[in-house]
């Protein structure tokens, strides 16, 4: 049954306004309540804040420039731009988008490792005419060419089309940002700790199967190299695995009870 709530909604600009709203008030909670998911979420938080700092690097050349291809540095740079926006989106509440840039880091980190396993490829990527190399590259076509080189898999069929079906692909049983104990959609601007939780360690996993074989294969000095992957390695070792974990420690499921009407929060 509808309900005729004596609240007016605004539109036009004010509505953009008071979405905004909403999207910085979230914010404010999940930096807040990220420091109290000190065996979840945050120490992952902060290395990945390390892992896409050396990328940063890594990507615009800042160690000096070798003068040549920047292929490397052009697939971490889209990498590390896509992530930080992520982080943003999950700061906003905008799980399924942070997640549909999660999957296309992790598009990037199958092809990375095709490079690192197949270097050869590398030259043939460039070098293909661009309808080629969509339909070769494609990726689809990039996983089974890890399968065929027995090589490891970061994204295998499942999990891509895991992440696929959560953020991309609309389907019947798409509800968007379900990431609360009760599986009540949400549309954004709202703090869901295991979307917060989810989201954080699946754009980890992504950026660390870009940013380890990125540093093994690219043009830089050893000591950095050894660093970048390092830092790698200390990311994807803290990520939580335990995610169908029902436990919360923020409560944040219980308030979509007590804070169900989006507009009362007014600017
Ligand atoms: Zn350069």
Redesign the pocket.
Known sequence: MMKDYDVELPEATEFLELSAHHQDECAIRSRQTLMQLLSKAWNTYTKLGTVLSFADRFAS?FWG???RE?VI?SLVGRTTSSARAAIRLIEFGHYDEALALTRNIGEIGNLMHLFFTSPSEIRRWLDLPKKKQRSEFAPMEVRKALERLGSIVPYDQSSYSKLSEVAIHPNPSTKPQTHNLYTIPTLGGFYQEKGQVVCINELAWAVATVVGPAAKIAILDRSKAEAIVQATIELVESIDTQEEDTQEITGSSDCLFTKSIWVDCNL
Request: charged content about 15%.
């Open positions: 050349c420039c070798h003068g920047h540095e």
